[in-house]
């Protein structure tokens, strides 16, 4: 059978690899080969591996961290399929640290260097090259995949699914040279990642927009949890600052107010090892305390022999960016990370759809619940690609437990049918003052122009500003009834180009998301997780795990040219 797979990340090279060993396989993705979250993933993966660990106690903590909305299943699935997983990488020849700490055999059993991370009871966290552990990753992959009978389309855009009798049967996208073709498959499977260019400010990449979970939705898949947005509490508080990972903390970096004062002794007993939802929250009343100054992440206990042989990446950033850690304190500031929810699946990614199916962050399993825990994102896009890559030629099970609940709770939501251009007057209130910046704070993307669309470096687009504002100031970090109000009324009054090249069709992947987001968020009257509601606090015992959204059916008539085999 034909499986094309739509993203190129940790989840979507290992499904490709794995699934070619029987299937004709296409692998889509929008930029180059390597341009994904999994390159930018500094801290590692998370496993029960050690002498002193088992799959049992990483299970509690990812429950902890989830704030008790985590599917039971999901998770047991993520830590004990995990192990075997990391193996898996071992073999393909990733080159995870190691210890020269002669006690660390007896320990662990092994001689694999390990850090530990935000609510982690255990050093579980492998890495590589420091702190480049997902570029590591990413590259042994690729390598791998390139040994592989599989068809590779680089900077080829995703724009819908094509839906027939009810079942997925191919993808439209834009190919390289910016022209619309359609790809028939006999199963497509998402792994495009998610979406935090939602946000002003974001530690994803460029390619970060939310095109599979969007186009799955107007599909008719069922998508859940999208209120749960992780917000990380370190991006470098500069101009285009990227990611501070958690694992310095992990060894032993604070956070300091302007004051210098340890403020995270006084918000949780963990300290800056809390759940990074409390981290964040906590960092953000800080700053809003000393007048919106950042707050300071002080590693210079750390000594600079270790930090610039643990964290080399990071060194010179921190350095680029006109610091020296070694010596002071970086400001640092929450930014948005990662998507808990996404398109619902069961725990071998089948979603409902037939023909379908989604895995890592595209993916709303259940494995995070409403926050996800550090380091678990890898060890997910692993584990669940190669249960879809094994499943999706499979029979389809009668009862499909999406998110692990058979009965979930599904309701119906309006969508827009073909839209135009956004509404003037609400673009310019939310337009910048200045010229365009580039789009979004966070991660580079490719290096060149792209001929089937603009440059993603040129400039954000009036449509994106406005949805970005709109959810940074209304549906970020902190919410409440007035705000999400005001967002939706907001987000409803804006369209974004129903055609038009790669900007065009990810701005309305952005806003399809931005509406929903909004509307899970108003939905939820309870704080939960990553979703903090400030007119509702408390976490109701009462309120579901999980809410999730399907589209209203809208007949749409789209002209595709011809078909082209894969």
């Not at 700053?287 to 010179?316: N, Y």
């Not at 996404?342 to 619940?369: K, N, Q």
């Not at 609400?426 to 910048?432: E, I, K, Q, V």
């Not at 007119?535 to 579901?544: F, G, I, L, N, Y």
Request: charged share 20%; proline share 5%.
């Amino acid at each position: 059978m034909h499986v094309v797979i739509v993203g190129s990340g940790i989840a979507g090279l290992t499904a490709a690899i794995r699934a070619s060993a029987v299937h004709d396989v296409t692998l889509v993705t929008k930029g180059a080969l390597a341009d994904s979250a999994t390159a930018y993933a500094q801290g590692g993966v998370a496993v029960a591996l050690g002498a002193d660990d088992s799959p049992a106690l990483h299970q509690a903590d990812t429950h902890v961290a989830a704030a008790g909305s985590a599917d039971v299943r999901a998770v047991e699935v993520l830590c004990t399929d995990g192990p075997a997983r990391v193996r898996d990488l071992l073999a393909l020849g990733v080159p995870f640290d190691r210890s020269t700490d002669p006690s660390a055999l007896d320990r662990y059993g092994d001689d694999l260097a390990r850090g530990r991370e935000a609510a982690h009871g255990r050093w579980r966290v492998v890495h590589a090259d420091g702190d480049a552990t997902g570029a590591a990753i990413e590259r042994t992959l690729i390598d791998a995949l390139h040994r592989q009978h599989v068809t590779i389309l680089e900077r080829t855009c995703l724009t819908d699914l094509v839906v027939r009798d009810g079942t997925v049967v191919g993808i439209d996208v834009l190919d390289l040279l910016g022209e619309p073709r359609r790809i028939d498959a006999d199963a497509v499977v998402i792994a495009s990642g998610g979406a935090g260019h939602l946000y002003r400010e974001t530690t994803n990449p460029l390619v970060a927009t939310g095109d599979g979970v969007a186009a799955a939705w107007r599909a008719g898949a069922v998508v859940a949890d999208l209120e749960f947005v992780q917000f990380h509490p370190t991006r470098l508080a500069v101009p285009d600052g990227g990611l501070v990972s958690e694992a310095v903390r992990g060894e032993g970096a604070v956070l300091r107010d302007a004051r210098g004062r340890r403020f995270m002794t006084s918000v949780h007993p963990d300290a800056e090892l809390a759940p990074r939802d409390v981290v964040a929250r906590g960092i953000a009343a800080a700053v809003r305390d000393q007048g919106g100054a950042p707050v300071l992440l002080d590693a210079t206990g750390l000594g600079a022999d270790f930090l610039t042989g643990r964290f080399p990446g990071l060194t010179r950033a921190t350095r680029a960016a006109g610091f020296d850690w070694t010596r002071q304190g970086v400001p640092v500031s929450p930014a948005a990370h990662y998507s808990m929810g996404g398109i619902a699946t069961d725990a071998e990614g089948r979603t409902s759809l037939p023909g379908l199916l989604a895995i890592g962050e595209a993916a709303c399993t259940g494995v995070h619940g409403a926050n996800r825990l550090a380091s678990n994102s890898l060890l997910e896009g692993l584990v669940f690609a190669v249960r879809a890559a094994d499943a999706v030629a499979g029979p389809r099970p009668g009862l499909l437990r999406l998110r692990g609940n058979a009965d979930l709770r599904v309701t119906s939501v309006p969508r827009a049918a073909d839209v135009i251009r956004a509404s003037p007057h609400l673009l310019g209130r939310h337009a910048a003052p200045q010229a365009p910046q580039r789009a979004g704070t966070g991660r580079r993307g490719p290096s060149q122009a792209w001929p089937g669309g603009p440059d993603h470096r040129d400039g954000s687009t009036d449509v994106r500003q406005a949805v970005q504002a709109v959810m940074t100031d209304r549906v970020g970090l902190l919410r409440d009834a007035t705000g999400l109000a005001s967002a939706r009324r907001e987000l409803d009054a804006l369209t974004a180009p129903a055609t038009g090249g790669v900007r065009e069709h990810e701005d309305r992947a952005l806003l399809d998301l931005a509406r929903l987001v909004a509307l899970a968020a108003e939905t939820r009257t309870e704080s939960r997780g990553a979703h903090a509601r400030t007119d509702h606090p408390d976490t109701d015992p009462a309120a579901p795990a999980s809410y999730a959204w399907v589209a209203e059916t809208v007949t749409r008539h789209i002209a595709v040219p011809q078909e082209v085999p894969a």
